[in-house]
């Protein structure tokens, strides 16, 4: 097999994985980067160009006044009002009396624009308007610039989210319901994954099979009998129903049976002459599970606490029904909900307020992304 043969077989198609994965990775990533350009412009320019002009600036139609009689000025057999339209930082291109051709006119060049008037208007702003008579009675004629703005950038989007839009208390009610609702999940999913690997006992495979058909039972068909008997318990037990516990109960019922199938395969896969030598040393499945499995089972949890801490995380649903919509307990994403109503025009708080609920699960990702791949891959080829 000359060189020419070798590269065919096995350097294009790893070039073309490469170049896949790349363009992949691209795809997933510009939409993020759209939200955080977005979130950090000027509200003015993103109404009118998209993110990807954020770096070059943008052009913008805009109506203006000139001056009236009281500014005008004789010169010679005619009259002039000379003036400045905007104090600065823009540059006109353009300019027309109509607002359909806001672009009619070059900027810097003195244009008829009939009834023997003429207008020059300069790229900083500044123009000269003659007429061969008087400007009285006239209010100001009315013009449309093409303006080019500059690049801006600002962080009043995120102070405005923050501060009056209520996000910073949604923020915190999201960690209060978030955090639990992932440890709690995994502390109890972690003893029953090791009893289903390890341990013998009647029943243990309907057991198994039981966790494996709960994957597939949807959250909504689960959603109305689980909160009808959480009500009745609450009822029975004289405790207000919209507490945080009950939406940790929630999320860990919803979340337990994939929790114990991903540990559960993890655990099965440990090298069962670990597990036997600590048993012929004497130690309990108590001290077995504490100082040998729970050690070795950290990607498998890592991979787990991922998925779950998402999942809570981007929850609507469950937390308007087990938490309520009040105010003061709505999370992140009942709070960005209510504001998409609230301010459904205002472009640059909705991406402030987007990219604000994407910061801790990046975090929370990129922490912890190196175990996820071997915690979802382990168990896979052994089982027990």
Do not use: C
């Amino acid at each position: 097999m000359n060189i020419a043969q070798s590269i065919r077989r096995t350097g294009f198609p790893r070039l073309f994985v490469h170049a896949a994965v790349l363009v992949i990775a691209i795809l997933w990533l510009l939409p993020t980067l759209g939200i955080l350009v977005s979130s950090l412009r000027d509200k003015d320019q993103i109404t009118v160009s998209g993110w990807w002009t954020a770096f070059s600036g943008s052009a913008q139609t805009e109506a203006v006044r000139l001056g009236d009689a009281s500014s005008q000025k004789q010169d010679g057999t005619g009259f002039v009002i000379a003036g400045s339209l905007f104090d600065g930082g823009k540059t006109v291109t353009g300019f027309g009396t109509r607002v359909q051709e806001p672009n009619a006119y070059p900027a810097g060049e003195a244009v008829d624009i009939g009834n023997g008037e003429t207008l020059k208007i300069l790229g900083d702003g500044t123009y000269e308007y003659r007429k061969a008579t008087s400007f009285e009675g006239d209010r100001g004629k009315r013009v449309y610039l093409t303006v080019m703005t500059p690049p801006a950038f600002t962080l009043d989007n995120y102070r405005t989210v923050v501060n009056a839009e209520g996000i910073g208390k949604a923020f915190i009610n999201s960690l209060t319901v978030t955090i639990p609702a992932t440890i709690i999940p995994i502390l109890i999913a972690a003893f029953a994954a090791y009893a289903l690997a390890w341990m013998e006992f009647p029943g243990r495979a309907i057991l198994i099979a039981v966790v494996v058909g709960l994957i597939v039972v949807p959250l909504q068909m689960s959603l109305i009998p689980l909160l009808k008997m959480y009500n009745q318990i609450g009822m029975f037990f004289g405790v207000p129903s919209k507490t945080y516990a009950g939406i940790w109960l929630a999320h860990t019922a919803f979340g337990m049976p994939l929790a114990i199938y991903l540990l559960r395969n993890y655990i099965a896969g440990l090298p069962k002459e670990i597990i036997e030598s600590a048993r012929v040393d004497g130690a309990t499945d108590f001290e077995i599970f504490i100082k040998i499995v729970l050690p070795l089972s950290f990607p498998a949890l890592a991979s787990f606490a991922i998925f779950q801490f998402l999942w809570v995380w981007n929850d609507l649903l469950i937390a308007m029904v087990f938490l309520g919509t009040a105010k003061d307990q709505l999370v992140l994403t009942g709070a960005l909900n209510a504001l998409l109503g609230s301010r459904g025009g205002n472009w640059e708080i909705l991406t402030a307020s987007a990219f604000i609920t994407i910061l801790v699960p990046l975090f929370v990702f990129f922490a912890l992304q190196r175990y996820l791949v071997r915690g979802l891959l382990a168990g896979s080829v052994k089982g027990g």
